[in-house]
Protein backbone atom coordinates (compact mmCIF):
# COMPACT_ATOMS: atom_id res chain seq x y z
CA UNK A 1 0.00 0.00 0.00
CA UNK A 2 1.49 3.09 -1.27
CA UNK A 3 1.10 6.59 0.32
CA UNK A 4 2.56 9.91 -0.26
CA UNK A 5 2.65 12.85 1.91
CA UNK A 6 1.55 13.89 5.37
CA UNK A 7 -2.23 14.13 4.84
CA UNK A 8 -2.64 10.61 3.13
CA UNK A 9 -1.49 8.97 5.96
CA UNK A 10 -3.77 11.00 8.57
CA UNK A 11 -6.59 10.41 6.24
CA UNK A 12 -6.06 7.04 6.15
CA UNK A 13 -5.51 7.17 9.87
CA UNK A 14 -8.53 8.93 10.41
CA UNK A 15 -10.55 5.92 7.99
CA UNK A 16 -9.56 3.80 9.86
CA UNK A 17 -10.67 4.71 13.25
CA UNK A 18 -13.81 5.32 11.34
CA UNK A 19 -14.08 1.48 10.86
CA UNK A 20 -12.61 0.58 14.33
CA UNK A 21 -16.04 2.40 15.56
CA UNK A 22 -18.06 -0.72 14.68
CA UNK A 23 -15.95 -2.50 17.24
CA UNK A 24 -18.40 -1.52 19.95
CA UNK A 25 -21.85 -1.85 18.15
CA UNK A 26 -20.36 -5.94 17.33
CA UNK A 27 -19.49 -6.44 21.37
CA UNK A 28 -22.88 -4.79 22.17
CA UNK A 29 -25.16 -6.90 19.73
CA UNK A 30 -23.40 -10.22 20.15
CA UNK A 31 -24.53 -12.82 22.38
CA UNK A 32 -21.09 -14.92 22.73
CA UNK A 33 -18.87 -14.34 25.38
CA UNK A 34 -16.25 -11.52 25.12
CA UNK A 35 -13.57 -13.59 24.92
CA UNK A 36 -14.83 -16.08 22.27
CA UNK A 37 -15.39 -13.09 20.30
CA UNK A 38 -12.21 -11.98 20.45
CA UNK A 39 -10.57 -15.18 19.42
CA UNK A 40 -12.68 -15.43 16.18
CA UNK A 41 -11.95 -11.54 15.42
CA UNK A 42 -8.10 -12.36 15.62
CA UNK A 43 -8.88 -15.87 13.80
CA UNK A 44 -10.49 -14.44 10.91
CA UNK A 45 -8.55 -10.82 10.67
CA UNK A 46 -5.35 -12.97 10.78
CA UNK A 47 -6.49 -15.30 8.34
CA UNK A 48 -7.81 -12.27 6.22
CA UNK A 49 -4.77 -10.69 6.19
CA UNK A 50 -3.16 -13.86 5.60
CA UNK A 51 -4.47 -14.37 2.27
CA UNK A 52 -4.05 -10.84 0.99
CA UNK A 53 -0.12 -11.02 2.03
CA UNK A 54 -0.46 -14.32 -0.23
CA UNK A 55 -2.10 -13.35 -2.88
CA UNK A 56 0.12 -10.12 -3.50
CA UNK A 57 3.03 -11.90 -3.58
CA UNK A 58 3.91 -10.79 -0.17
CA UNK A 59 7.48 -11.05 1.62
CA UNK A 60 6.96 -12.82 4.52
CA UNK A 61 10.68 -12.70 6.00
CA UNK A 62 10.88 -10.65 9.44
CA UNK A 63 14.07 -9.44 11.63
CA UNK A 64 13.88 -11.02 14.84
CA UNK A 65 12.61 -7.31 16.74
CA UNK A 66 10.09 -7.01 14.08
CA UNK A 67 8.79 -10.81 15.37
CA UNK A 68 9.04 -9.74 18.72
CA UNK A 69 7.43 -6.45 18.27
CA UNK A 70 4.39 -7.93 16.55
CA UNK A 71 4.32 -10.18 18.99
CA UNK A 72 4.19 -7.93 21.82
CA UNK A 73 1.71 -5.81 19.90
CA UNK A 74 -0.51 -9.09 19.81
CA UNK A 75 -0.23 -9.69 23.12
CA UNK A 76 -1.06 -5.97 23.75
CA UNK A 77 -4.24 -6.14 21.87
CA UNK A 78 -5.34 -9.07 23.12
CA UNK A 79 -5.49 -7.44 26.53
CA UNK A 80 -7.38 -4.52 25.02
CA UNK A 81 -10.12 -6.29 23.88
CA UNK A 82 -9.99 -8.55 26.98
CA UNK A 83 -10.48 -5.54 29.09
CA UNK A 84 -12.50 -3.54 26.97
CA UNK A 85 -15.62 -6.23 26.52
CA UNK A 86 -16.26 -6.54 29.79
CA UNK A 87 -15.84 -3.23 30.26
CA UNK A 88 -18.41 -2.59 27.61
CA UNK A 89 -20.43 -5.30 29.10
CA UNK A 90 -20.34 -3.91 33.05
CA UNK A 91 -20.59 0.23 31.90
CA UNK A 92 -22.48 -0.06 28.45
CA UNK A 93 -20.95 0.76 25.01
CA UNK A 94 -21.03 4.83 25.53
CA UNK A 95 -18.67 4.81 28.57
CA UNK A 96 -16.74 2.03 27.62
CA UNK A 97 -15.77 4.20 24.43
CA UNK A 98 -14.65 7.26 26.66
CA UNK A 99 -12.85 4.99 28.49
CA UNK A 100 -10.99 3.14 26.23
CA UNK A 101 -10.43 6.22 24.10
CA UNK A 102 -8.62 7.54 27.41
CA UNK A 103 -5.62 6.09 24.99
CA UNK A 104 -4.57 9.37 23.63
CA UNK A 105 -3.66 10.40 26.85
CA UNK A 106 -1.51 7.14 27.80
CA UNK A 107 -0.20 7.36 24.02
CA UNK A 108 1.29 10.93 24.72
CA UNK A 109 2.44 10.03 27.33
CA UNK A 110 4.84 6.89 25.98
CA UNK A 111 5.33 9.04 22.61
CA UNK A 112 7.25 11.10 24.75
CA UNK A 113 8.78 8.22 26.92
CA UNK A 114 9.78 6.13 23.71
CA UNK A 115 9.74 8.66 20.99
CA UNK A 116 10.98 11.74 22.39
CA UNK A 117 8.36 13.07 20.76
CA UNK A 118 7.90 16.98 21.52
CA UNK A 119 4.10 17.14 23.19
CA UNK A 120 2.90 20.83 22.33
CA UNK A 121 0.16 23.31 24.39
CA UNK A 122 -1.45 23.07 20.99
CA UNK A 123 -1.64 19.50 21.10
CA UNK A 124 -2.60 18.94 24.41
CA UNK A 125 -5.49 21.46 24.33
CA UNK A 126 -6.49 19.78 21.42
CA UNK A 127 -6.05 16.48 23.15
CA UNK A 128 -8.48 17.66 26.25
CA UNK A 129 -11.09 19.19 23.78
CA UNK A 130 -11.36 16.36 21.82
CA UNK A 131 -11.76 13.72 25.37
CA UNK A 132 -14.67 16.75 26.44
CA UNK A 133 -16.39 16.06 22.94
CA UNK A 134 -16.24 12.27 24.00
CA UNK A 135 -18.02 13.40 26.87
CA UNK A 136 -20.71 14.94 25.76
CA UNK A 137 -21.29 12.09 22.65
CA UNK A 138 -21.61 9.74 25.18
CA UNK A 139 -23.98 11.06 27.41
CA UNK A 140 -24.56 14.30 29.49
CA UNK A 141 -23.44 11.99 32.67
CA UNK A 142 -22.40 8.72 34.13
CA UNK A 143 -24.55 5.90 34.74
CA UNK A 144 -25.02 5.98 38.88
CA UNK A 145 -25.48 2.53 40.33
CA UNK A 146 -28.64 1.42 42.55
CA UNK A 147 -26.98 -0.41 44.52
CA UNK A 148 -23.03 -2.16 46.59
CA UNK A 149 -23.48 -5.06 43.67
CA UNK A 150 -24.23 -2.94 40.41
CA UNK A 151 -21.72 -0.24 41.98
CA UNK A 152 -18.73 -2.44 42.57
CA UNK A 153 -19.71 -3.87 39.33
CA UNK A 154 -19.47 -0.17 37.39
CA UNK A 155 -15.97 0.80 39.20
CA UNK A 156 -14.94 -2.57 37.86
CA UNK A 157 -15.90 -1.64 34.43
CA UNK A 158 -14.18 1.36 34.93
CA UNK A 159 -11.09 0.38 35.73
CA UNK A 160 -11.19 -2.28 32.52
CA UNK A 161 -12.03 0.26 30.65
CA UNK A 162 -8.63 2.35 31.35
CA UNK A 163 -6.77 -0.66 31.60
CA UNK A 164 -7.95 -1.37 28.05
CA UNK A 165 -6.92 2.14 27.38
CA UNK A 166 -3.34 1.58 28.35
CA UNK A 167 -3.26 -1.64 26.19
CA UNK A 168 -4.26 -0.14 23.42
CA UNK A 169 -1.69 2.44 23.38
CA UNK A 170 1.13 -0.18 23.93
CA UNK A 171 0.12 -1.78 21.00
CA UNK A 172 0.19 1.24 18.64
CA UNK A 173 3.67 1.69 20.69
CA UNK A 174 5.10 -1.42 19.56
CA UNK A 175 3.53 -1.56 16.19
CA UNK A 176 5.23 1.36 15.63
CA UNK A 177 8.63 0.49 17.25
CA UNK A 178 8.67 -2.73 15.11
CA UNK A 179 8.28 -0.89 11.47
CA UNK A 180 10.79 0.85 11.78
CA UNK A 181 13.44 0.86 9.46
CA UNK A 182 15.64 -1.26 9.01
CA UNK A 183 13.34 -3.87 10.98
CA UNK A 184 9.86 -2.88 8.34
CA UNK A 185 7.89 -5.58 6.94
CA UNK A 186 4.94 -5.06 4.63
CA UNK A 187 2.11 -4.29 7.31
CA UNK A 188 -0.23 -7.32 6.08
CA UNK A 189 2.19 -9.53 6.74
CA UNK A 190 3.28 -7.21 10.36
CA UNK A 191 -0.56 -7.61 11.43
CA UNK A 192 -0.66 -11.50 10.28
CA UNK A 193 2.05 -12.11 12.81
CA UNK A 194 0.21 -9.68 15.38
CA UNK A 195 -3.53 -11.64 14.79
CA UNK A 196 -1.61 -15.03 15.12
CA UNK A 197 0.03 -14.04 18.57
CA UNK A 198 -3.13 -12.54 19.99
CA UNK A 199 -5.00 -15.38 19.03
CA UNK A 200 -4.44 -18.16 21.02
CA UNK A 201 -4.19 -15.40 24.11
CA UNK A 202 -7.65 -14.68 23.81
CA UNK A 203 -8.57 -18.63 22.96
CA UNK A 204 -6.85 -19.44 26.29
CA UNK A 205 -9.18 -16.53 28.33
CA UNK A 206 -12.41 -18.22 26.86
CA UNK A 207 -11.17 -21.75 27.37
CA UNK A 208 -10.93 -20.39 31.31
CA UNK A 209 -13.72 -19.06 31.33
CA UNK A 210 -16.00 -21.30 29.91
CA UNK A 211 -16.91 -20.11 27.20
CA UNK A 212 -18.45 -21.43 24.14
CA UNK A 213 -16.65 -21.37 20.94
CA UNK A 214 -20.13 -22.43 19.28
CA UNK A 215 -21.07 -20.27 17.10
CA UNK A 216 -25.57 -19.95 17.76
CA UNK A 217 -27.01 -17.81 14.95
CA UNK A 218 -26.36 -16.56 11.43
CA UNK A 219 -26.43 -13.10 13.40
CA UNK A 220 -23.82 -13.88 15.20
CA UNK A 221 -21.63 -15.29 12.26
CA UNK A 222 -22.04 -12.25 10.51
CA UNK A 223 -21.27 -9.83 13.24
CA UNK A 224 -17.79 -12.13 13.75
CA UNK A 225 -17.41 -11.47 9.76
CA UNK A 226 -17.57 -7.90 10.27
CA UNK A 227 -15.74 -7.98 13.53
CA UNK A 228 -12.87 -10.25 12.15
CA UNK A 229 -12.19 -9.31 8.21
CA UNK A 230 -13.42 -5.63 8.20
CA UNK A 231 -12.21 -4.00 11.64
CA UNK A 232 -9.23 -6.07 12.39
CA UNK A 233 -8.56 -7.16 8.57
CA UNK A 234 -8.97 -3.67 6.77
CA UNK A 235 -9.25 -1.24 9.49
CA UNK A 236 -6.36 -2.22 11.57
CA UNK A 237 -4.02 -3.01 7.74
CA UNK A 238 -5.06 0.95 7.61
CA UNK A 239 -3.88 2.15 11.17
CA UNK A 240 -0.53 -0.13 10.94
CA UNK A 241 0.12 1.43 7.55
CA UNK A 242 -0.23 5.18 8.71
CA UNK A 243 1.62 5.11 12.16
CA UNK A 244 4.83 4.21 10.98
CA UNK A 245 4.69 7.49 9.37
CA UNK A 246 2.54 9.58 11.84
CA UNK A 247 3.81 10.71 15.46
CA UNK A 248 2.60 8.33 17.77
CA UNK A 249 0.85 11.29 20.02
CA UNK A 250 -0.54 12.58 16.72
CA UNK A 251 -1.88 8.95 15.91
CA UNK A 252 -3.80 8.60 19.70
CA UNK A 253 -5.90 11.79 18.79
CA UNK A 254 -6.91 10.91 15.67
CA UNK A 255 -8.11 7.43 16.49
CA UNK A 256 -10.15 9.43 18.90
CA UNK A 257 -12.76 10.12 15.87
CA UNK A 258 -13.63 6.25 16.70
CA UNK A 259 -15.90 6.88 18.99
CA UNK A 260 -17.65 9.88 16.92
CA UNK A 261 -18.24 7.08 14.58
CA UNK A 262 -19.75 4.79 16.76
CA UNK A 263 -22.60 7.48 17.85
CA UNK A 264 -22.82 8.28 14.34
CA UNK A 265 -23.84 4.26 13.35
CA UNK A 266 -26.29 4.61 16.60
CA UNK A 267 -28.21 7.27 15.26
CA UNK A 268 -27.86 6.43 11.45
CA UNK A 269 -28.98 2.55 11.96
CA UNK A 270 -29.94 1.91 15.87
CA UNK A 271 -31.90 3.55 18.37
CA UNK A 272 -30.01 6.12 19.16
CA UNK A 273 -31.51 9.80 19.14
CA UNK A 274 -29.34 13.27 18.29
CA UNK A 275 -28.98 15.57 20.64
CA UNK A 276 -28.00 19.04 21.02
CA UNK A 277 -24.79 18.25 23.40
CA UNK A 278 -23.91 15.28 21.35
CA UNK A 279 -23.85 17.01 18.14
CA UNK A 280 -22.44 19.94 19.70
CA UNK A 281 -19.58 17.05 21.09
CA UNK A 282 -19.20 15.68 17.63
CA UNK A 283 -18.21 18.93 16.15
CA UNK A 284 -16.07 19.76 19.59
CA UNK A 285 -14.18 16.47 18.75
CA UNK A 286 -13.54 17.20 14.86
CA UNK A 287 -12.74 20.25 15.34
CA UNK A 288 -10.05 19.36 18.13
CA UNK A 289 -8.66 16.30 16.15
CA UNK A 290 -8.20 18.73 13.10
CA UNK A 291 -6.58 21.59 15.29
CA UNK A 292 -4.38 19.15 17.07
CA UNK A 293 -3.38 17.88 13.78
CA UNK A 294 -3.00 20.70 11.34
CA UNK A 295 -1.12 22.60 14.49
CA UNK A 296 0.27 20.27 17.19
CA UNK A 297 3.24 18.92 15.36
CA UNK A 298 4.20 17.56 12.12
CA UNK A 299 4.07 13.58 11.24
CA UNK A 300 7.13 11.87 11.75
CA UNK A 301 9.00 11.85 8.56
CA UNK A 302 12.25 12.56 6.43
CA UNK A 303 14.42 10.16 5.60
CA UNK A 304 13.51 7.06 7.96
CA UNK A 305 9.89 7.29 6.73
CA UNK A 306 11.29 7.21 3.01
CA UNK A 307 13.12 4.25 3.57
CA UNK A 308 9.66 3.00 5.47
CA UNK A 309 7.74 3.59 2.30
CA UNK A 310 10.68 2.05 0.38
CA UNK A 311 10.78 -1.15 2.50
CA UNK A 312 6.48 -1.39 2.13
CA UNK A 313 7.06 -1.27 -1.50
CA UNK A 314 9.57 -3.97 -2.26
CA UNK A 315 6.89 -6.97 -0.71
CA UNK A 316 5.96 -8.14 -3.70
Excluded at 36 to 61: K, N, P, Q, S, T
Excluded at 132 to 158: C, N, Q, Y
Excluded at 253 to 270: H, K, N, Q, R, S
Aim: charged share 10%.
Amino acid sequence: MRMNGKTSYLALLAVGGLILSLSGVAVAFSSMGTSAMGFYRMLLGGLGLAGFALWRGLRWRMTRQALLYACLAGAALALDLYWWHKSIRMVGPGLGAILTNCQSFFLAGLAWAVFRERITVVYFVALVLAATGILMVSGAGLPVASGPDSASEHWLGVALGLASAAAYALCVVFIKKGQTPPHATHPAVNMAVLCAAAAPCLLAAAWLEGESLAIASAADFGTLLLYGLLVQGVAWLMVSTAVPHVKASLAGLILLAEPIGTYAIDVLFFTARPTPMALAGMALTLAAIYAGSTYGGAPSGGAPARRMAKAQGSGH
